[in-house]
């Protein structure tokens, strides 16, 4: 297995380049399923996430050319609405082909997903809305079988108990192709929503009110082909940010949507960083100290949870007492505290919340990576550190992050991967 080794103590300087968004790209290629037609979808990570997803695609009998960042799909010949039980434990967001192959198919028989495992991750919300357009739903330990209704499958009304992305999104692609109309009441109002809504809607559906509380649906005969292209990921913008926060430099990152990283951008204001915004870049520099904050990680527009490992790196180097509260996965400081503290960080955990007292410093250590993001915590904790850090099960930081180690290096990092 890889590890990354860092020597860190260099501050970072230059210009880094954000791909396409890990958590649109696997929302939108189960999508495809929906498409009479060829896509052509550009901007696609070149992560292992993706790679799995498209082999779960082929393996169903989908055509797909990849040309760099650029992926061509052709689900004309696919019959499957089951697919390969082992590929999709490999991934977590392999959930969706339960939504795309419903709509699709009118039934499907998913094993049950694997992946980041930081907290449990139920799915019953994403169930709910299964059954409120009709299906039957068969559900073991191992996997999710969806047959049509004795009443057949139809829009319906859902109002989410729980802000869920995954179940949003699910719901999004079942009823997409129903007749009638779909309701998703407290839907997710994630970047991600919006960017399958905008694939969709430019194959052909009729999907309104994407990024607000309530997104409805009104069913399509069918889709068509075409081209799009996947907006950047505002969560590798942010772990960038957070590097240079930690790590001190400056830094301009580009491929980006500005009003996305917000949320993130006002916390490293508030912590010191100096951050400009251009049209579609974000130049971010950290000379002085960085000063303590208070972050809640929310639902979007809130402060993703999905940077709360990040900003703790950046929390265990800052003045001062800071209070970090997760609202969203509650065990998730778990996948990467220990490490940190092996680092030289002060982190008390109370329940939701982390108390983080910054330190001068962080020292190298070995560390292992439990998750994608506690994974990325890590590498931004190495570079900032004094001394050698190795970062092992890196795997996990494939999975979402494009050519980390080469993005890195270029912007003056002293990183290398080491099978
Ligand atoms: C997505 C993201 C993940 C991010 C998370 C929260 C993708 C592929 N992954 O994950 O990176 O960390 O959003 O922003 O987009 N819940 C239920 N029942 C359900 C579904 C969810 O109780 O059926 C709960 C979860 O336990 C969690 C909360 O709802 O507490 C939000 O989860 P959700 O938004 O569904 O996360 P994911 O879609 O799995």
Same mark, same amino acid.
């Given at each position: ?6 020597? #860190? #103590? ?50 169903? $009998? ?43 198919? $009118? ?59 995954? +179940? ?5 692609? +079942? ?67 957070? +590097? ?57 527009? #809130? ?16 003045? $001062? ?36 007292? #910054? ?9 292992? +990576? ?50």
């Amino acid at each position: 297995m890889a590890r990354y080794e860092i020597n #860190g #103590g260099k501050s970072l300087q230059g210009t880094v380049t954000v791909s396409g968004a890990k958590n649109a790209a696997v929302a939108i290629l189960p999508a495809v399923l929906l498409v009479s037609g060829k896509c052509h979808i550009e901007n696609v990570p070149n992560i292992s996430d993706v790679h799995i997803l498209l082999d779960i695609l082929r393996e169903m $009998g989908a055509e797909i050319s990849l040309e760099g960042s650029s992926v061509t799909v052709d689900c004309s010949h696919v019959r499957s609405s089951r697919p390969d039980a082992n590929l999709v434990r490999k991934m977590r967001a392999s959930y969706y082909l339960m939504g795309a192959l419903l709509g699709r198919c $009118g039934k499907a028989h998913v094993a049950l997903p694997g992946g980041c495992n930081f907290a449990s991750r139920p799915i019953d919300q994403h169930i709910k809305g299964f059954i409120a357009l009709g299906a039957d739903v068969d559900e073991s330990d191992d996997y999710v079988a969806l047959e049509p209704g004795e009443n057949g499958l139809q829009g319906g009304r859902v109002s989410l108990d729980v802000v869920s992305v995954g +179940a949003t999104v699910n719901i999004m692609l +079942a009823a997409t192709l129903l007749p009638g109309q779909t309701v998703i009441e407290n839907a997710a109002k994630e970047p991600h929503i919006v960017d399958l809504a905008n694939f969709l809607n430019t194959m052909g559906a009729r999907i309104s009110g994407a990024g607000t509380d309530t997104v409805k649906i009104r069913g399509v005969k069918e889709l068509h082909g075409g081209s799009y292209a996947i907006i950047p990921d505002q969560i590798e913008a942010g772990t960038y940010m957070a +590097a240079v926060a930690a790590a001190g430099g400056n830094v301009l990152v580009q491929n980006v949507i500005p009003k996305h990283m917000e949320c993130i951008t006002s916390k490293l204001q508030e912590m010191g960083a100096k951050v400009t915004n251009y049209d579609d870049a974000i130049r971010i520099q950290r000379a002085g100290k960085l000063r303590c904050t208070t972050v809640k990680t929310r639902p979007y527009p #809130g402060f993703p949870t999905d940077m709360q490992a990040q900003i703790c790196v950046c929390m265990s180097l800052a003045s $001062g007492v800071s209070r970090l509260t997760e609202s969203v996965y509650e065990t998730r400081f778990f996948g990467y505290c220990t490490e940190l503290q092996s680092m030289g960080a002060d982190i008390l955990i109370t329940g939701k919340t982390a108390i983080v007292t #910054g330190r001068e410093k962080l020292t190298g250590a070995v560390v292992s +990576a439990h998750d994608l993001r506690a994974g990325a915590a890590l590498v931004i904790a190495g570079l900032a550190a004094e001394g050698t850090t190795i970062v092992e099960n890196t795997h996990f930081i494939e999975r979402g992050y494009e050519s980390i180690v080469e993005k890195l290096s270029a912007l003056g990092a002293d990183i290398r991967r080491i099978e």
